[in-house]
């Protein structure tokens, strides 16, 4: 796999794929490439700008998402992106569980962006698909993993 070497996890190379101001195109980017173009995020109940922090970790959803999964895994989150995945990544707890919480983080950011750009384009994707999303892939990557099914179970 692409983030692993022969130790483990590649946190170098994972820490260059955490989301930063320029490298995703979120409306305060592309506002600035088309002052016409709105720099507002569109799926939230307030009016604010779509930065990288509001879409994967301030945001109505992107709260709700992290709040779920660390209740779940009795994490208290915190308010910046990458000082929150960081905690995740650096949890001490068993090897096994150690490397579930070290992919949820960016499996809960890929689904924020699908979900984003899903409804940006006519879809529709709940907050529950979300979950349901984050929660299949992780049972998934489980599977591969450990080959442990964890079929109809909560997985944090
Ligand atoms: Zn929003």
Redesign the pocket.
């Known amino acids: 796999m692409f983030f692993l070497n022969e130790k483990g996890w590649d946190f170098a190379k994972m820490e260059n794929y955490i989301p930063e101001y320029g490298q995703v195109s979120v409306a305060a980017l592309m506002h600035t490439w088309n002052p016409t173009a709105s720099d507002l ?1 569109g ?2 109940t307030s009016l ?1 700008v ?1 930065s990288i922090e ?2 994967f970790k301030r ?2 959803i992107a709260q709700c998402v992290w709040r779920y999964f660390s209740d779940a895994a009795d994490i208290s989150p915190l308010p910046y992106l990458k000082q929150n995945i960081r905690k995740w990544w650096s949890l001490d707890c068993n090897p096994r569980k150690k490397v579930v919480y070290q992919v949820v983080p960016i499996v809960i950011l890929w689904f924020l962006w699908m979900r984003r750009n899903t409804i940006l384009h006519g879809g529709t994707f709940s907050r529950g698909k979300l979950i349901w999303e984050v929660n299949d892939f992780i049972r998934k990557f489980m599977f591969l993993r450990f080959k442990v099914s964890c079929e109809g179970q909560d997985l944090i």
């Open positions: 995020c799926f939230c604010v779509e509001h879409l945001g109505d």
